[in-house]
């Protein structure tokens, strides 16, 4: 990190709320349902798949899971009655993981039987390396009543190769991501390179099994290497999807679009808009370089 970026980093929480909502705005589709609902209307008339995430992880009080649970179903039934072409994913934190295991696992459970009860798919996002292994056991569970569920890998931990094979011997549905939790390096690789083909070894992996793929990043070199081993295997576009967050990368989204590959955005909303803006800045160093260029009107 650079010392403006460090700078930055330490100095975000004196920024006003109104900037930092000005800066999330383009990354955040807003407070409401509603306000997300406009954003995968329009994803969907730009050929883009969407996935919903109601933001609030990390919750200290297991009461703040109904909230987080009726808003889940509230947008699958949205989606469902105005057709969209959306998922959701869910961070099993903001259901109590941290807090208590088994009212977690109630609690996602009512989100996947009201999923599976409209055709819907659940994505189980992943978060810090504290709760990699009992995500995944959760996964692993819901796996054994559905197939609408799927899981996400981390390229930069180390244990994550080891993961991606368990999940290829279970034909598991995956996205691999790079990842974006700060972690020590005894836990996660350090190096971009190392990551990048640690990225990429996951991935074939999981193509050559048979899995599908969400590939999920904004690095043209990976979206190329992506691209050769989807072409070496002669993957039907059914087999995988491309994966962005809302506002990153919109030239190589519509690049990809064009060229006829499935691609899904990530579409985060919710009243904790704040705390998860706040974090992603912290958890992303570099990004606070881009704060200075977009209050100056550069852009991002």
Same mark, same amino acid.
């Given at each position: 990190?650079?010392?403006?970026?460090?700078?930055?980093?330490?100095?975000?929480?004196?920024?006003?709320?109104?900037?930092?909502?000005?800066?999330?705005?383009?990354?955040?589709?807003?407070?409401?349902?509603?306000?997300?609902?406009?954003?995968?209307?329009?994803?969907? !008339?730009?050929?883009?798949?969407?996935t919903?995430?109601?933001?609030?992880?990390?919750?200290?009080?297991?009461?703040?899971?109904?909230?987080?649970?009726?808003e889940?179903?509230? !947008?699958?039934?949205?989606?469902a009655?105005?057709?969209?072409?959306?998922? /959701?994913?869910?961070?099993?934190?903001?259901?109590?993981?941290?807090?208590d295991?088994? !009212?977690?696992?109630?609690?996602?459970?009512?989100?996947?039987?009201?999923?599976?009860?409209?055709?819907?798919?659940?994505r189980i996002?992943?978060?810090?390396?504290?709760?990699?292994?009992?995500t995944i056991?959760?996964?692993?569970?819901?796996?054994?009543?559905?197939?609408?569920v799927?899981?996400?890998l981390?390229?930069y931990?180390?244990?994550?190769?080891?993961?991606?094979q368990?999940?290829?011997?279970?034909?598991?549905?995956?996205?691999?991501?790079?990842?974006?939790?700060?972690?020590?390096?005894?836990?996660?690789?350090?190096?971009?390179?190392? /990551?990048?083909?640690?990225y990429?070894q996951?991935?074939?992996?999981?193509?050559?099994?048979?899995?599908?793929?969400?590939?999920?990043?904004?690095?043209?070199?990976?979206?190329?290497?992506?691209?050769?081993?989807?072409?070496?295997?002669?993957?039907?576009?059914?087999?995988?999807?491309?994966?962005?967050?809302?506002?990153?990368?919109?030239?190589?989204?519509?690049?990809?679009?064009?060229?006829?590959?499935?691609?899904?955005?990530?579409?985060?909303?919710?009243?904790?808009?704040?705390?998860?803006?706040?974090?992603?800045?912290?958890?992303?160093?570099? /990004?606070?370089?881009?704060?200075?260029?977009?209050?100056?009107?550069?852009?991002?």
């Open positions: 990190m650079n010392l403006v970026n460090q700078l930055i980093v330490k100095s975000l929480p004196l920024v006003p709320k109104p900037l930092v909502r000005r800066f999330a705005s383009r990354y955040v589709a807003g407070e409401t349902l509603a306000q997300a609902l406009q954003v995968v209307r329009r994803l969907n !008339a730009e050929k883009c798949m969407a919903l995430d109601v933001l609030g992880e990390d919750i200290l009080e297991l009461s703040e899971t109904e909230t987080t649970v009726v889940y179903q509230n !947008a699958l039934e949205a989606i009655k105005n057709g969209l072409d959306s998922n /959701i994913s869910v961070k099993l934190t903001a259901l109590g993981l941290k807090l295991d088994a !009212a977690c696992r109630r609690q996602f459970q009512r989100i996947l039987e009201n999923a599976g009860a409209r055709g819907n798919f659940v996002d992943m978060e810090d390396s504290s709760v990699t292994e009992e056991r959760v996964y692993f569970d819901a796996r054994r009543a559905t197939e609408r799927g899981l996400v981390q390229a931990l180390h244990r994550s190769r080891e993961d991606a368990r999940a290829a011997d279970a034909k598991a549905n995956v996205r691999v991501c790079k990842g974006i939790y700060v972690e020590p390096p005894e836990v996660a690789l350090q190096g971009r390179e190392e /990551i990048r083909n640690n990429s996951m991935v074939d992996t999981l193509l050559e099994a048979g899995c599908y793929v969400g590939i999920a990043t904004h690095d043209p070199v990976l979206v190329e290497r992506a691209l050769a081993t989807i072409q070496r295997l002669q993957l039907r576009r059914e087999a995988y999807e491309f994966q962005m967050l809302l506002g990153v990368a919109g030239d190589l989204r519509r690049r990809l679009v064009a060229a006829g590959h499935r691609l899904r955005v990530y579409v985060p909303y919710g009243v904790s808009w704040y705390g998860y803006s706040m974090r992603r800045l912290k958890e992303n160093p570099a /990004i606070a370089g881009h704060i200075v260029k977009g209050l100056f009107g550069s852009g991002l």
